[in-house]
């Protein structure tokens, strides 16, 4: 942990002992009783806490405030569901990268089962966009939505956004690095690629096909290659 992340309501009480960030503090940290470390509030301000004690409670700690967050990158990826182990590398990575939002949707290809995950079902997604943030020294999480189809995830894309979507079959070119003075989408489709159907519904809606390269990547690949190349521009 680069950076311990502490949700608003637990400034002022103690960390539980067993907790892993208390763990962390006291084992790998190694800080004693008035020592510092850094820390910040989630979507809050960054800043130093300071050790209390390791009481039978928890750890005691004060934090204080030093500097607010810079704004995230206008980027906005949309991502069909994928398998869960597959989800949790993206969710970290590209909180890590920094982007505005994560919006996932149910492709025509894709596998249904991967959308009813614990990952998503008992809030496991939420440690990951935490430990993203917390290595990139940031306290900036994206938002997270989720949407039945391509065409309802396409309704709620921010207006005026560059709209791409990575396709290895039909893009006429490679994905180029854009000035992200206005936002930017960049829509993944699912193992199988898109369907025809969600083909028609993307240039429908503006969007214009890329490709990294003649190399077929995993997902997870694909998605930090593209943040890659896309905020390299900015």
Do not use: C
């Amino acid at each position: 942990m680069n950076l311990i992340l502490f949700e608003p309501g637990e400034i002022g009480a103690p960390l539980p002992r067993a907790d892993a960030r208390a763990l962390h503090i006291e084992r790998v940290l190694r800080r004693r009783p008035g020592e510092l470390f850094d820390a910040g509030i989630v979507n809050g301000p960054r800043g130093k806490g300071r050790v209390g004690a390791y009481g039978e409670h928890g750890l005691e700690f004060t934090f204080e405030r030093i500097a607010e967050p810079e704004p995230a990158d206008p980027v906005h990826v949309l991502l069909a569901v994928p398998r869960p182990q597959t989800a949790r590398k993206i969710l970290g990575e590209a909180t890590s990268l920094g982007v505005t939002s994560i919006r996932f949707f149910r492709s025509e290809k894709g596998e249904r089962s991967y959308a009813e995950s614990t990952l998503w079902t008992g809030g496991e997604w939420r440690r990951h966009l935490l430990d993203g943030a917390a290595q990139a020294f940031d306290t900036r999480i994206p938002e997270i939505h989720h949407a039945g189809s391509l065409a309802e995830a396409a309704d709620l894309l921010p207006q005026g956004a560059r709209l791409v979507a990575l396709d290895n079959y039909e893009a006429p070119g490679r994905l180029a690095a854009g000035d992200l003075a206005r936002p930017l989408v960049l829509a993944f489709g699912p193992e199988r690629g898109w369907s025809a159907t969600e083909r028609t519904l993307l240039r429908s809606r503006g969007f214009v096909l890329a490709h990294l390269g003649s190399r077929v990547l995993r997902t997870e690949t694909a998605v930090v290659a593209a943040l890659a190349i896309a905020k390299s521009g900015s």
